[in-house]
């Protein structure tokens, strides 16, 4: 009962006004509407208003057909009393007066018995009882006055009815009702419907997500129906068979796509909705100190940079926002168009990101959401984005496994989603992207075999592999990319052998494989070939077998890692001729036999590492014609002899290891000199074989 006072209180009528001839209130229905319009004008039947408020001063002129006075009098003294009350009754029913106590009287209701005082009352007082009503006076009194209070429960009892959230009524009254807008907020409950319906009908957005008030969805409907300068609305479409064609089309998806930014904003601008998204559990981030969404402010989720969002300028003058071209040239476009780019990077954005995103922008070109705060998983509706070039979303918390519809976006040139949470095998479908340039997907929890249908990718310059925990084989279709300039599968669990197909890679120049401890079997030599090959990474594996002489012939190798695997026998002259290396690891291995003298020939070496090998003989003299060298590491073999002098001219070295070896005699001069002089901070021996006053001695 409390809550029908307070719609009473709230939906009063004020019968004295002066404007009762101004139309129904905006809150009446068209029913309602009806009623009130009823009560007005120059049409008003005085007869039944008369009979409602009750005519005392012309009583006396009326009387039934064939009576006479004097018992039609007695009649009404009989029942003058309880027409009275029963008058009263009517009369608050019909005024509807709450809660307003009167001059005298405690009552918060007053009735003037006596007939009134006001202009008002005495005017409807004047007006005559038709004869027919008064025989059946209290009847139809008493079903009049059920009838008022009925019409009052039902005004009082509405508004919250449309708002029950059964989603029967909610196409009648805008959600936001709920909420108690001041009076004075003009509500086109007409437009929000509509665009509403059109946002259903398109799929941008759940049923649902607009029917919760807490929501995104519903916060970005309101502003653009209540709160956006811009005022942005949908052809009307009485003739649904007719559809919508020509610019229509153009101002319907531009509108949704402000609907869509007005989502995201909210999804990652509002506090409660951005802690509501996130996990309750600490954020690992790869690259900062874990965090508790719970503890997060205002000041924590701010954007870096939010220029014109949610102002009343075009959506294509926003930050991160690139429309499409448009018929303005020399300035920007201050208006609504298609997006072509959507650019967030690096903005401080947390949460999730709607559905929205991908529902909203049909023309989109590019989407970077790279380097942010924000998680939760991608979803079938990234299909969409048929038009869709680049993908960055790199450097994030995003989870859950790789959509199979990603293999819609035929026009995509770019996958950078390297740096995040995915897990999963990687769909076959990828092998339908022939556009593909760019493919990272480095630092996720990808696993499963790597599908043959990657070989499909003939335009794949990069791939990034490296950091999950893919397992089988590497695909020999891989040796079908021909366009592959960088290759990087390590740290994974692959097994098997490398593929000898990798030979047909002629554009190659970058090869990761390394930390793949499964990985067996020699080195192919088909590798070779690779004339362009800059960079080769096979250390921490599982190869066996010499290292192959032909390994000479790639002129441009500038670091060669195979340290760490089980290669053996000697170490070929024909490295020698790889003049531009700079650095050679091969420790860690079972190699064995001296050091060739061709190794003069590295003349761009600065790192050596030959330790934990098997390597015997004198140190080349020619290794101190190697200028370049700064660190050199040969302990753990077996050399004998005295350490060269000539190693004293490598005046750019800062690390000499030499222990745990056969070496002899006394430590040059010159190279203490470097200590002493140059670079030289590391310098180890076995001191009990060597003499070294500059040494640390190995124990």
């Known amino acids: 009962m409390a809550d029908i006072a307070n719609s009473r209180s709230s939906f009063a009528i004020d019968d004295d006004s002066d404007d009762e001839d101004d139309g129904p209130p905006s809150v009446f229905t068209d029913a309602s509407a009806h009623l009130w319009t009823s009560r007005t004008g120059a049409a008003l039947d005085d007869e039944k208003l008369g009979f409602i408020t009750g005519a005392d001063d012309s009583d006396t002129n009326i009387a039934p057909a064939g009576s006479d006075g004097s018992s039609w009098m007695n009649q009404r003294s009989g029942r003058d009393r309880d027409h009275n009350e029963s008058r009263e009754l009517i009369l608050m029913a019909s005024r509807r007066l709450v809660g307003t106590p009167q001059a005298g009287n405690g009552s918060s209701f007053h009735i003037d018995h006596n007939g009134g005082d006001g202009d008002d009352f005495r005017q409807r ?298 897990r999963g095998r990687l769909p076959t479908e990828i092998g339908n992207l022939a556009k593909l340039r760019g493919i990272s997907l480095f630092n996720n929890t990808f696993g499963g075999h790597i599908p043959d249908t990657i070989g499909n990718l003939k335009d794949v310059i990069a791939l990034y592999l490296d950091e999950n925990i893919f397992s089988g084989q590497i695909p020999t279709t891989i040796g079908a990319m021909t366009s592959l300039i960088d290759l990087r599968l390590r740290e994974n669990d692959l097994s098997g052998t490398i593929p000898t197909e990798l030979g047909n890679l002629t554009n190659i120049e970058t090869i990761y494989l390394d930390t793949n401890g499964k990985i067996t079997g020699p080195i192919p030599v088909e590798l070779c070939d690779l004339a362009k090959l800059s960079e080769l990474h096979m250390y921490d594996m599982n190869l066996n077998g010499p290292l192959p002489p032909e390994l000479g012939l790639l002129q441009g190798l500038i670091y060669l890692y195979l340290d760490d695997n089980e290669l053996t026998g000697t170490f070929p002259e024909e490295l020698g001729e790889l003049h531009d290396l700079e650095q050679l690891f091969v420790g860690g291995n079972n190699l064995s036999g001296p050091l060739p003298i061709t190794i003069r020939g590295l003349t761009s070496l600065e790192m050596f590492r030959a330790a934990e090998n098997e390597l015997s003989g004198p140190i080349p003299t020619d290794l101190g014609k190697l200028t370049k060298l700064e660190y050199v590491y040969l302990e753990d073999n077996n050399f004998s002899g005295p350490v060269p002098t000539e190693l004293g001219e490598l005046t750019k070295l800062k690390l000499m290891h030499l222990h745990d070896s056969r070496l002899t005699g006394e430590m040059p001069p010159g190279i203490c000199n470097l200590k002493e002089h140059f670079s030289l901070r590391d310098l180890t021996a076995d001191c009990e074989e060597i003499t070294c006053t500059c040494c640390t001695c190995d124990s």
């Open 125 to 422: 007082s004047s007006i005559k009882l038709p004869t027919c009503c008064l025989i059946h006076r209290r009847a139809i009194c008493a079903t009049l006055m059920i009838l008022a209070l009925f019409i009052i429960l039902v005004v009082a009892v509405a508004p919250g009815r449309k708002n029950s959230g059964d989603g029967s009524s909610s196409r009648f009254s805008p959600p936001w009702a709920d909420n108690d807008p001041p009076a004075t907020v003009f509500v086109d409950e007409q437009k929000f419907n509509r665009i509403k319906d059109r946002i259903l009908e398109h799929g941008i957005s759940h049923a649902s997500t607009l029917e919760d008030h807490y929501t995104p969805q519903y916060k970005a409907l309101r502003w653009i129906v209540l709160d956006d300068e811009r005022q942005l609305d949908l052809p009307s479409e009485d003739d649904e068979s007719t559809g919508i064609t020509g610019v229509d089309i153009d101002e319907e998806q531009t509108l949704f796509q402000r609907y869509a930014l007005a989502v995201l904003w909210y999804q990652t601008n509002d506090l409660q909705i951005v802690k509501q998204s996130m996990t309750g559990s600490d954020v690992e981030n790869p690259f900062e100190t874990p965090f508790d969404p719970l503890e997060l402010t205002d000041n924590d989720i701010k954007w870096n940079r939010d220029t014109n969002w949610m102002s009343s300028k075009g959506l294509c003058l926003w930050h991160g926002i690139t429309c499409h071209p448009h018929d303005v040239f020399g300035e920007k476009y201050d208006g609504d168009f298609y997006v072509a780019i959507l650019n967030l990077t690096n903005n401080n954005a947390h949460g999730i990101v709607p559905r929205e995103v991908f529902t909203g922008f049909r023309k989109l070109k590019a989407l970077d959401l790279s380097n942010n705060e924000l998680e939760g998983t991608i979803g079938r509706e990234l299909g969409l984005l048929e038009d869709l070039e680049d993908l960055f979303i790199f450097h994030n918390n995003f989870s859950g496994v790789l959509p199979d519809e990603i293999g819609k976006l035929a026009n995509l040139f770019n996958l950078y989603i390297n740096d995040n949470k995915f």
